[in-house]
C-alpha cells in the first residue's frame, strides 16, 4: 500500500532493446489487432511493412485477430493487398468467421437459421460455413417500430449481432421477438465492446456494435455468447488451427479491454501500442487495472528496438 493507504498502481514497462529480443525469442507466433494497430481507417501504419517483414524472416507465425465483423476474411485480404501487404485468408481471424464458427463447432442444427444484425461480412462468413441467414444490411425495411409484428420465423434459432450501419427499430424489435419467442435462440454478439471502427466511412456518427448489443441485452433480457475479443473462443480456434501453445504467442493490440485483456485471459504475452486508442495517461491511471507485460509507440518499434 501506499503511504496514503491507497492501493499502489503497477508499473508498467515500455519495451527496450533487451525486453524487444527477449519477447521475439520467447513467442513461436504474433497476433496483432489491425486497426489502431495495423492500419489507421484506409492508411497504412508506418513501418508495418517491415515489421512483419522481418518477424516473417525470424520464423514468427503472423496471425491478424479483429472484432470488426463488417469484413468477411476474403474481403479483409483485398484490403491487406490495397495497402500492400501480402496476407492470406488463412493469418486471418475476424469475429464475423469467429461467429460462424462457433455456430459449427456448436452443431447448429442445418435446418435453422440465423437472423443477422450485422453487415455483408458476417453473411459472407456464415454461408461459407454453410448456414442459411436472414437480416443483413437489407434486412429490415420498416424502419419504424411495428405495433402488429408479433410472430417471427420460427426455423430461426440464432441471432448474430455486429456492427450494423443500418440499425433500425424494425430489425430490433424483429431479432427481440427471435430472442425471446423460439426455444433454445442463441444471441451471440460478434463485439460487445461500446466503441467505433475507425475504418469505417463517416463512423463518426455510426451506432457500434456494442450499442446493439446493449440494446438487444435490455429488450430481452438476456446475455450474448461473445465470439470476439476478449472471449477465449477465438484462442480455442487459433490453437486448434496452428497447434501454437498460447504461452508462445504474444498479442499486439491498441486497446486494454479487448486485446490485452483477450491475451492475458488466453495467456499470451502482450504488447500494448499507442498508435490506436489507449495513450500513456490511460495506461498509467490508477483505475486502470489491465496491464499489458509491455507498451511501446507503435509496432515499428519492434524492428528498430531489435537492431539496436
Known sequence: ?????????????????????????????????????????????????????????????????????????????????????????????????????????????????????????????????????????????????????SECDRSIGAVVVGLDKQINCHKLQYATLCIRENPDCLFIATDAAGHFFSDLQNCSDSPCAGCTVTALCVSTEKEPVVVGKPSSFIMDILVERFQINPSKMCMVGDRLNTDILFGQNAGCKTLLVLSGVTTLSALEDPSNNIHPNYYTSNVFNIVELLTT
Open 1 to 149: 500500500m501506499a503511504a496514503n493507504g491507497a492501493a499502489k498502481t503497477p508499473s508498467v514497462e515500455a519495451l527496450s532493446p533487451q525486453t524487444a529480443r527477449s519477447l521475439v525469442d520467447s513467442v513461436d507466433a504474433f497476433l496483432f489487432d489491425c486497426d489502431g494497430v495495423i492500419w489507421k481507417g484506409y492508411n497504412l501504419i508506418d513501418g508495418v511493412p517491415e515489421v512483419l517483414q522481418t518477424l516473417r524472416s525470424l520464423g514468427k507465425k503472423l496471425v491478424f485477430v479483429t472484432n470488426n465483423a463488417s469484413k468477411s476474411r476474403k474481403q479483409y485480404v483485398k484490403k491487406f493487398l490495397a495497402l500492400g501487404l501480402d496476407v492470406c485468408e488463412d493469418e486471418i481471424i475476424s469475429s464475423s468467421f469467429s461467429a460462424a464458427m462457433f455456430l459449427k463447432l456448436n452443431n447448429f442444427p442445418r435446418d435453422k437459421k440465423a437472423y443477422v444484425l450485422g453487415g455483408e461480412g458476417i453473411l459472407e462468413e456464415m454461408k461459407l460455413a454453410g448456414f442459411t441467414c436472414l437480416g443483413g444490411p437489407e434486412g429490415g425495411k420498416g424502419i419504424q417500430l411495428d405495433s402488429n409484428l
